[in-house]
């Protein structure tokens, strides 16, 4: 018996929350008095480094076919890890992905299935976590009552202490029939920006008060001292001025990074929807009643196009 991470990963490589996921597992199989294993679809690279976030194995499924996001594909092959593995628990990053990916496995393994999970389980009567629901503004506690139970945890909820053990790497080869694959995936368009917007850490948000697509220049430069993302509110998207694909918000992305700059953005519930998990929020803004200040860690009222240069200065320092 094990406990299973399903590992997501981008050109070659485990995303960062796909590492947090196997972080927190290998705290929960520890909690269990068992191994945590490492499950990766599709081509990958570097597998023995999974060991140093916790994974004392990776079973790595090559097929080529699983390259891209087939979601039944990738349901089958999880729920047959599953049962290879004898494991009662699998846990994954809360993602697009893994959300539709978690469902499905679900319903094939008749397994309890607790999304946005925030804490490790509570052990001591049953098994019960701790999830963040209502967009982040309160929590629940759920116990699981089933044989086979699925985590999928938020970002920026488990901090990681990478060591320097290696992983064993043991090829998986699961049974999957052409029903699997009765959807096909065509193209993908990738999001532009060099840092995935869902992934980042760190990220730069303009709103309204940038007063226009000409002026996202000094967002950009600012997001490039940083390291950063870029986003946008959403009547930014709707005007056209930015690519939906940055919209921040209820009916956009959702993030949660170390560190959330908001620009020139009011702070309207539904943008503050898909913030609130930031563990830092720093709000620019000229107007001081702006709604957004009550939801900062950090506020600085005053004209962005005087403030940014100043910070762009310093973070280039």
Not at 1 to 27: D, N, Q, R, W
Not at 179 to 189: H, L, P, W, Y
């Amino acid at each position: 018996m094990s406990v299973l991470i399903f590992v997501e990963t981008a050109e070659g490589k485990a995303k960062p929350s796909s590492l947090e996921a196997i972080g927190y597992g290998a705290k929960v199989a520890e909690m269990l008095g068992t191994s945590a294993v490492a499950l990766v679809l599709g081509e990958a690279q570097e597998l023995e480094n999974l060991g140093n976030y916790g994974a004392s194995k990776v079973l790595h499924a090559a097929d080529s076919r699983l390259n891209v996001g087939v979601i039944q594909a990738y349901a089958s092959a999880i729920a047959q890890a599953v049962e290879k593995e004898g494991a009662n628990v699998l846990i994954l990053a809360k993602s697009s992905l893994g959300d539709t990916v978690a469902a499905r496995v679900a319903g094939k393994l008749k397994a309890g299935l607790a999304s946005n999970v925030v804490e490790l389980p509570d052990l001591s009567n049953g098994f019960v976590v701790k999830r963040s629901i209502y967009t982040g503004k309160a929590f629940a506690t759920t116990a699981i009552t089933s044989e086979k139970k699925i985590l999928a945890i938020k970002k920026n909820i488990y901090s990681l202490n990478p060591s320097d053990a290696k992983a064993t790497v043991e090829a998986f080869t699961p049974m999957l029939s052409d029903a699997d694959f009765v959807v096909k995936i065509t193209s993908t368009e990738k999001a532009s920006g060099t840092i995935s917007l869902p992934e980042a850490d760190l990220v730069v948000s303009g709103g309204r008060g940038l007063k226009g697509p000409e002026n996202w220049g000094i967002i950009e430069e600012l997001a490039q001292a940083l390291g950063a993302a870029t986003g946008c509110s959403k009547p930014v998207s709707d005007l056209h001025w930015r690519p939906h694909h940055e919209h921040v918000g209820q009916t956009g992305v959702k993030v949660s990074p170390n560190l959330y700059i908001a620009v020139g953005i009011s702070g309207a519930i539904q943008h503050l929807a898909g913030v609130n998990s930031s563990k830092c929020i720093v709000v620019i803004n000229s107007d001081p009643e702006a709604p957004f200040f009550q939801a900062a860690d950090y506020g600085i009222v005053g004209d962005a196009f005087q403030v940014l240069p100043k910070l762009i200065a310093a973070a280039k320092k």
